[in-house]
């Protein structure tokens, strides 16, 4: 074995030379790793013992793309190109070496090989997508060469991390070996094309399927038109078809040529900034600093729920798809049989879309339990209560729950409003509760918010957090406060829109300019959807808001085919003369004169407040940092990630220009509107949240 560099070795095994990676912790193409690959092929081609060369990594992975910490540093290194210039014209076959994930500038490394293998649970993909990017070395012409225009436009726009035995089966990969026993394999694959003389394949020089492409434009406005409503406000996506288009009208190298103009117009633009911090923000977020990563760990074999209702039922079956067996606890057979049954209707529909097979539906039913009964629970390791929002049944249920569950478990609650600290403290062991707060379909949206109450202890904190990750969430770790942190955001951008409203702005003037900014909808589109009747009492009802009058009526929101907004059988919305009149009627009431206002003074009035918010909600100390706030927001309430979240927005927009309209906001309209002291400092002092 020679050492290239402090991270690569080179080896002669027999008659193979074989180069091996090893940069925790994910082998990405840093400047070394570049320089290593550079000079472990230069070696293995001067080699004469070396009749073929293998590429592979140690650790957990084959390279997971570009170092993006080095994103518009100094570059230092070999250049990238080269390197895949001079491995694909070797004079001796090639083979990347292939398991954990072969991602970004890492599939292209293996794509400027002659063959590729993998181990079964290794996955392929171009995830540059997600950061706003493109494949930058040469994915965007090689990956349609190989596996063809559809699945390119697929692969690329979405980023996905395609297993390895689909890759095996669309020509991505070669073949497949013992799980395992990659280098065996990679070696023996290696002397087996080289024993049948098969040929140095380059996969620039295959133009069988982008020609087969050429001539059809059809196929890349029709993949444009599906993915309309997903790509909205992202331009990765559109950047990525027009180089798979490059791939099918123009040679290799003008093809490449288009890729890297495009690539410097993502890189050097404001999207791709804000998704690369998105992405260390999330990674960040698992950081806390007084709880080190060497915490004990409470190992969570098994999990009870308590409330099997929406939110119980969408949390279990995180853990079910997570291998983790669950019992749900009810207080009625029906209201049990319903939960269960509404589990089993949201397995069989994602299989029937093809997400999961009909045997994973059995298996993950099969970890999910219903009991009547909570003495059930006392094996749990972990315990979280998702029953109806009232805090009298809150403290019923966790007295309980200290009498029965065993020392050691965790205590969380699903709360998305109550004071934990005020739950925990009828425990005798508040230490061991926690608030998880799941976010509607919890099945599906990414969003955990972690909070930190009182007393939690350290390994709880821990534990949640790994947990988290586990099941697939997303979590940033907050500390008790109304609302906690999205929501109490959330309520400033509210009260503007009920505002704005009495001032003269329209619900559809409000959601457009919302819509626009990139959220997935506005606030009263969302109110019609949830039903404007949630926590609306008909007995009670006065007709004192614009709500009360709405649901007297009964419009009620989409389910009635009224709320704001009036529906066509196909629920298709349009702003509705009823609701104009409604409104008109309660601003003349009120002696308001209504007001045209502009769309930029809409966005203004509901996100300043936002960001200002957020300032307090680090000042008072309830979040971390403010990359954990635009985590909770780009997760939880669909602020768009090319955006970077409202703390990484203001600081774009300029804090001192948000602070000078918070002052005149404060001096038309009062209090509510008073700067955070924090925003203050920070723009006296020339700071920015994000150090963006
Ligand atoms: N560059 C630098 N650091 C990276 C990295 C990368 N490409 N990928 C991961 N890391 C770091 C993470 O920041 C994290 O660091 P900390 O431990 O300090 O927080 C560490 O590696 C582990 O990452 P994860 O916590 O995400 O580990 P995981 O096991 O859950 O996931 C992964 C591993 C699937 C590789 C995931 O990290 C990932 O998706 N990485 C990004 C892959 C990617 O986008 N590659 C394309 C890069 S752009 C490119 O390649 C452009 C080009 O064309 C040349």
Known sequence: MTAINAVTDYSLEGDVGVITLNSPPVNALSAAVRDGIADGMAKAFADPGAKAVVLICEGRTFIAGADITEFGGERKGADLLKVMQDMENAPKPVIAAIHGTALGGGLETALACHYRVAVPSARCGLPEVALGLLPGAGGTQRLPRIVGVEKAL????????????????MGLVDEL?????????????????????????????SNEKVEAARGHPEIFENFRKANARKFRGFLAPEYNIRCIEAAVNEPFEEGMKTERRLFGELMSGSQSAAQRYAFFAERQANKIPDVPDDTPQIPVGSVGIIGAGTMGGGIAMNFANAGIPVTIVEVKQDALDRGLGVIRKNYERTASRGGITAADVEKRIGLIKGSLDMNDLAPADMVIEAVFERMDIKKDIFTKLDAICKPGAILATNTSALNIDEIALVTKRPEAVIGLHFFSPANVMKLLEVVRADHTAKPVIATSMKLAKKIGKIAALVRVTPGFVGNRMLAQRQREAQKLMFEGAMPWDIDRVLYDFGFPMGPFAMSDLAGLDVGWVKE????????????????????????????????????????????????????????QISDEEILERCLYPMVNEGAKILEEGKAIRASDIDVIWENGYGWPVYRGGPMWWGDHVGLDKILARMMEFQAQMGDVYKPAALLETMVAQGKKFTGS
Do not use: W
């Open 540 to 595: 009670t009802s006065k007709g004192e808001t614009i709500r009360d009058v709405l649901c007297e009526m009964d419009r009620r929101g989409q389910k009635t085919g009224a709320g704001y907004y009036d529906y066509d059988e196909n629920r298709v919305a349009r702003p509705s003369p009823v609701t104009e009149k409604i409104i008109q009627d309660f601003v003349a009431k009120s002696g308001v004169n209504p007001r």
């Open 154 to 169: 697929e692969m690329m726009t979405s980023g996905a991390h395609v297993p390895a035995p689909q890759c095996l089966a």
């Open 177 to 205: 070996t013992e799980e395992g026993k990659l280098r065996e394999g990679a070696i023996a694959f290696a002397r087996k094309v080289v024993a049948e003389g098969r040929p140095l394949k380059k996969v620039r020089e």
